[in-house]
């Protein structure tokens, strides 16, 4: 069975920049489980924010984590808060590989998130959100990726250490 890799990291950390270009390196499947959660909701994630609150997206989260886990030999790109509930974890690590994309935060501060809703055009808000998510992205990682400027050079990155495992 071939394992997934499962692409985890701050909201404009780029995991669906680099899940693209690992989809092309490895030609595996793209998962991504905010299109899934978006998909079974009928509507964007900013609307289910304003419809339904935080929670209910969560719930619907938690079902599009267990259903990309269930898959075999894909790249999932998750959600920034998937690591929030430790079922979605514990689902994704069963069947795939986790790896972190630590991007600085600064690089991500620069960039354009008027369509998070947590996040928005507040860059405080972001900044509180890396502070209470970091230790959790740290703890189930099982590679960090940093210092990589590109979602290309992080996804080659991930793409050597994937074929590595392959040959264990």
């Known amino acids: 069975m071939k394992k997934n890799i499962v692409l985890i990291g701050m909201p404009g950390c780029g995991k669906s920049a680099v899940g693209r270009c690992l989809s092309q390196l490895l030609e595996m499947p793209l998962v991504d489980t905010d299109e899934l959660v978006e998909q079974e909701a009928g509507r964007t994630i900013p609307e289910l924010f304003a419809q339904e609150g935080e929670g209910a997206f969560r719930d619907r989260e938690t079902a599009a984590a267990q259903a990309a886990a269930a898959m075999q030999g894909v790249i999932i790109?998750?959600?920034?808060g998937m690591v929030l509930r430790p079922e979605n974890m514990q689902a994704l690590g069963s069947t795939g590989l986790i790896f972190f994309r630590d991007r600085a935060l600064e690089a991500i501060l620069g960039e354009d998130h008027s369509g998070r809703p947590l996040v928005g055009?507040?860059?405080?808000?972001?900044?509180?959100?890396?502070?209470?998510?970091?230790e959790l992205y740290r703890k189930y990682a099982q590679y960090t990726i940093s210092n990589t400027d590109t979602a290309q050079a992080a996804a080659e990155q991930i793409a050597a250490l994937y074929r590595g495992k392959e040959q264990i």
């Open 121 to 134: 055009s507040q860059p405080d808000k972001l900044r509180n959100l890396y502070a209470q998510r970091i």
């Open 77 to 80: 790109a998750t959600g920034g």
